[in-house]
């Protein structure tokens, strides 16, 4: 089996690691995969100089790539899992995911029912739900 677990940096997502790390059985592989949404946080932020927009992509990148060797560190170390793969792509989530999903033939899709938002009045979020709609894989939502 081929796993792809969606790592944002929420409780939802690193409960979404822990179920694929319980699943997990030798012959498997582990893909991690975290996701620089750079559009959407200049959306949503509205106040900020775009003469540093370069060294706030460099931030986002950089803290995507620290989320990745945790995660990753983790894998290998603490659950002794050697075939992981880590993966920093630039896009937006939802169509990401999915893409990778295709390209990398994955059997489950381990992601959060929220990410970052953390809002309990949402019953899912529209990444998990535009990935249940459109990926080909099984897909484990956890919460």
């Not at 699943?23 to 900020?48: A, C, G, P, Q, R």
């Not at 100089?49 to 170390?77: C, H, P, V, W």
């Not at 989530?93 to 970052?116: A, H, M, Q, Y």
Request: charged share 25%; with cysteine; proline share 1%.
């Amino acid at each position: 089996m081929k796993f792809l677990i969606a790592i944002d940096g929420s409780a939802n997502s690193h409960k979404a690691f822990l179920k694929a790390m319980n699943l997990y059985k030798e012959t498997d592989t582990i893909v991690l995969l975290v996701v620089v949404d750079l559009v959407h946080y200049m959306m949503s932020n509205t106040n900020f100089d775009m003469t540093l927009i370069s060294d706030i992509k460099q931030g986002m990148f950089d803290n995507g790539d620290a989320l990745l060797k945790k995660y990753e560190d983790l894998a290998r170390n603490e659950y002794l899992i050697n075939n992981v793969e880590a993966i920093r792509v630039e896009g937006t989530p939802k169509d990401v995911i999915v893409k990778v999903v295709e390209d990398k033939s994955i059997d489950i899709l381990c992601l959060g029912r929220v990410g970052l938002i953390n809002n309990d009045h949402i019953t899912m979020g529209s990444t998990s739900n535009y990935c249940i709609r459109n990926c080909t894989c099984d897909i484990l939502v956890c919460r």
